[in-house]
């Protein structure tokens, strides 16, 4: 009997085999994984993983959407983990399953297992008495091959030095659709799927998050020819039509007509931190003894070259801000709701919505369709449960239900508004000595699902005693949420960080790419970069001074020698580079960025250079593809990005009033992948976005001194911290 | 519509857009804002690239109206801009991709090899959140390179 491995956790919790592979169609496997393409190409680098251990060629594979009664459950597609969780679940399932049919294989060439090859699907015994080899193949195997077997844990998967798939930049499974406009005939997108005798809704929202529905006329939409219901519970408004334009007419029309209570709610758009600073909170000291102290000022330097330094950083809410606004399909009948959505979280979705609307679990059917870029949580699943209602009162006809452009803006969820304050004391030798980290903001997570009470959109609209649950952290162990990259990966002998995560959500929020990350290490790196500057150390030297894991300082040294940064290299007048670094979750991808920036009336970044260590590559281009993207779109925050609002509504509402990164903005970029194909594979997703923002605000101070500490570095934030410098 | 003629009773007011996806089924060009700001609904009428979103129905008899659908001529599975869309692998969610090929093909249609400033004009308006446009401006300057040296 062999040594049972390790088998990942997703795969433990479906370990039934045919839930993850099936030899249906004749030269062709489909792999069924829980996780779901958001546009990172995961379900390429999954499929290459799962290749790679059945010996079948990338192009034999096809990879099934996503749907509750037969694919695998695992949790949601989040926090980078797909490759960790998903991908490795599936290289142990096909790696069993490979053992499973080279046993059958074996048995019928009368051969011994251990002689069976495996390539393009076909298992080949060569031997020595000048024959042809034996063949057979999966297809030919699989109905005497049954897989409706419990995984053993008894097969290891490849040794990496095996590996021929794993490693090569395969092309994307869903690029011809895309490019193409439809796959095979089929929809590419959620928002394409068309079912006989689809109706279209549209919703009419109120004007403001905390608003009430006083009075309706529904008369006039109920009027227009191919209208066929308004639905109207409480403050939950909708229509249905026969034809899209029609749906979104009525809906006009119907807003037209409506009186709402609303109430001033939010807080000062240009005092956030302020607002954060004074509100209730649940303290969690992630590091050290907390702060032990009352005032920064009371620190005291031990000597009289060591120094001390304090800085406060802040984010402003940040829209997901997806090109395509979020669409969802419902259809009721006497057997099910089926449901189709472009959620990160299918099975949580599923049973939010079994549990609103008081239904079995299995009643629900939900189905997994690509959707536009969502980079965290969007619309993706509130919209599904408004089609749910929808179609509710037109039974036996689908509903599909598109959220149009000022809904998504106004009513998905937002990336919070944060503010960290930094302090520090550096000896005279250059090193820091003590550390003190306080961080304020809601949690990050509020995903349907994560609370006992119902958190979908649609159902606190319908019943007005509900409340939005808060929002909530995962703990720190598995990569936090506020308290995401918290506490500093460098090295130092007192390092206490406190955590307030406050209580009131004035704006609804939700995850956004990277949690709170994205601000806790632009200020770490921004606030690493002031210490360096003022101990007049080179900032790489200083921050490697600090770091004692070689990966870390490699993949610094390598984007270093990348960008051909040398200390005090002369550059244009104008012109400055910044570095950043960040252990993504502090147990995740590495990754070293040096950006270069001119500054003339607002910030151009010029080259961006990263080098990114996420441990065994499966897909380099793809690896590629999410840094660039990722680089591209932290540009576009920290540079242009802040929700608008004022002290009752949300003011964006239109690309116009959140202008986001385009062509002529984009800079050069260079990365560099460190493979180590010994190591754990990581997610890569998430890594380079604080990097990225912190190398931008080190070029610019190295451009300007001038230290931006508030986001985004756009003309309003510069001219501010100008103004602060100088007075 | 790329190249066959299609006779429709709508509402004169209608836009483009729906008409393309929901009455001829031609689902390649995408809703995005219907204000006519991201581009993502972009059409080539009579070889420019504009929003079907903001262009009325009554606005369209008797024009030349080409899709994503209709990008590759008759015979060929791509285009020269959708093969080097995927060899440079220029995608990530591919919501905005249909409209951002309908731009490049219609400036590479009047203007066979443009500088960066040219590409950036004509493609500014087409907004992609993913930050995939290093891999669309490679793409469309292998298809500019390519015809240089052909020429």
């Known amino acids: 009997m062999n040594k049972l491995v390790q088998l990942p956790p997703t795969l433990k919790n479906n370990p039934l085999l045919k839930r993850w592979v099936s030899f249906e169609q004749d030269g062709v496997v489909t792999l069924r994984s829980g996780k779901v393409e958001l546009g990172q190409g995961i379900l390429t680098a999954i499929a290459q993983m799962g290749a790679e251990e059945l010996g079948v060629s990338i192009s034999q594979v096809k990879v099934a959407p996503l749907t509750t009664p037969i694919s695998p459950s695992e949790a949601s597609t989040t926090g980078s983990r797909s490759i960790q969780e998903g991908g490795e679940a599936m290289r142990f399932a096909c790696a069993e399953i490979r053992d499973i049919f080279a046993a059958a294989a074996a048995k019928r060439l009368g051969v011994p297992k251990e002689s069976v090859q495996t390539k393009n699907g076909v298992f080949s015994c060569s031997h020595n008495s000048g024959r042809p080899p034996l063949s057979l193949s999966y297809w030919q195997l699989s109905a005497g091959v049954s897989l409706d077997v419990e995984v053993s844990g008894a097969v290891s998967p490849k040794h990496h030095s095996q590996y021929s798939l794993v490693g090569s930049s395969a092309r994307r499974l869903d690029l011809r659709g895309k490019i193409t406009g439809s796959k095979d005939g089929q929809a590419v997108f959620l928002h394409d799927i068309e079912l006989p005798g689809m109706l279209h809704g549209r919703m009419v929202r109120p004007p403001s998050f905390h608003a009430r529905l006083i009075s309706v006329d529904t008369a006039v939409a109920l009027g227009l020819s191919g209208v066929l219901e308004v639905v109207h519970e409480n403050s939950f408004l909708g229509v249905i039509a026969e034809r899209e334009e029609t749906a979104i007419k009525a809906a006009q029309l119907l807003a037209s007509t409506c009186t709402w209570r609303e109430q001033e709610c939010l807080p000062d758009e240009g005092a956030l931190a302020n607002y954060l600073f004074d509100q209730a909170s649940e303290d969690e000291v992630l590091s050290g003894a907390g702060l032990e102290y009352e005032n920064p000022k009371s620190i005291q330097p031990k000597s009289a070259k060591t120094f001390e330094l304090t800085s406060l950083y802040t984010r402003p809410y940040l829209s997901h801000a997806s090109i395509g606004p979020s669409c969802g399909i419902a259809c009721w009948t006497d057997e099910s709701l089926e449901v189709w959505s472009h959620s990160q979280s299918i099975y949580a979705l599923r049973d939010e919505i079994a549990k609103i609307l008081e239904l079995p679990k299995n009643f629900v059917v939900a189905h997994h369709a690509d959707g536009s870029g969502c980079y965290g949580h969007n619309g993706a699943d509130d919209v599904t449960f408004d089609a749910a209602v929808l179609a509710g009162c037109v039974r036996g006809k689908p509903v599909r239900v598109q959220w149009m452009r000022d809904e998504e803006f106004n009513w998905s969820p937002m990336g919070p508004a944060m503010a960290l304050k930094i302090s520090a004391v550096v000896s005279s030798s250059g090193q820091i000595e003590r550390w003190d980290q306080e961080i304020w903001g809601n949690r990050h997570i509020s995903r349907p699902g994560r609370s006992p009470e119902p958190g979908l959109l649609g159902a606190w609209l319908r019943d007005e005693s509900l409340q939005p649950p808060p929002p909530v952290d995962m703990p720190i162990a598995m990569g936090g949420g506020s308290q995401r990259n918290a506490v500093p990966y460098y090295e130092f002998p007192n390092k206490n960080v406190l955590n307030h995560a406050t209580l009131p959500t004035p704006i609804r929020s939700s995850a956004l790419r990277a949690l709170g990350a994205y601000l806790n290490i632009f200020s770490i790196e921004s606030f690493m970069d002031e210490l360096a500057n003022k101990a007049q150390i080179d900032p790489v030297t200083f921050r490697i001074n600090h770091l004692q894991d070689p990966r870390a300082i490699e993949v610094i040294k390598s984007v270093v020698k990348k960008a051909g940064w040398e200390p005090g290299r002369a550059l244009a007048e104008n012109e400055g580079i910044g570095i950043a670094f960040a252990r993504y979750k502090n147990i995740g991808n590495y990754a070293a960025v040096i950006a270069h920036v001119e500054v003339v009336e607002s910030v151009r970044v010029k080259h961006v250079y990263a080098s990114v260590d996420c441990g065994c590559v499966i897909n380099p281009d793809g690896v590629i593809n999410q840094c660039e993207g990722g680089i591209i779109q932290v540009l576009s925050w920290c540079l242009k990005e802040r929700l608008r609002f004022d002290r009752t509504r949300i003011t964006t509402k239109s690309w116009d009033d959140y202008p986001i990164f385009k062509f002529s903005d984009v800079p050069l970029i260079d990365i560099e992948l460190i493979n180590r194909p010994e190591c754990e594979s990581l997610g890569v997703g998430e890594g380079v976005t604080g990097p990225t923002a912190a190398a931008v605000a080190n070029a610019v101070y190295n451009a300007l001194k001038v230290r931006v500490r508030d986001l985004p570095m756009d003309a309003e934030n510069i001219i501010k911290s100008i103004n602060a410098q100088e007075s | ?151």
């Open chain 2, 1 to 151: 519509m790329n190249q066959c003629d299609y006779t429709v009773r709508v509402e004169e007011n209608t836009p483009l857009l729906y008409i393309l996806r929901n009455d001829l089924k031609l689902k390649g060009t995408k809703f995005g804002c219907g204000l006519g700001q991201c581009g993502a609904c972009n059409v080539l009428i009579d070889g420019r690239a504009v929003n079907s979103c903001s262009t009325p129905v009554w606005d369209c008899p008797g024009k030349a109206i080409q899709t994503i659908e209709g990008l590759p001529a008759a015979g060929e599975l791509l285009s020269a801009l959708q093969i080097a869309f995927e060899e440079e692998q220029a995608i990530q969610c591919g919501y905005c991709v249909s409209g951002i090929l309908i731009s490049a093909q219609g400036l590479l249609s009047v203007n066979p090899n443009p500088s960066d400033e040219e590409i950036f004009a004509a493609l500014d308006a087409n907004l992609c959140r993913c930050g995939t446009h290093v891999r669309f401006l490679r793409a469309i300057k292998k298809v500019t390179s390519q015809r240089v040296k052909s020429t």
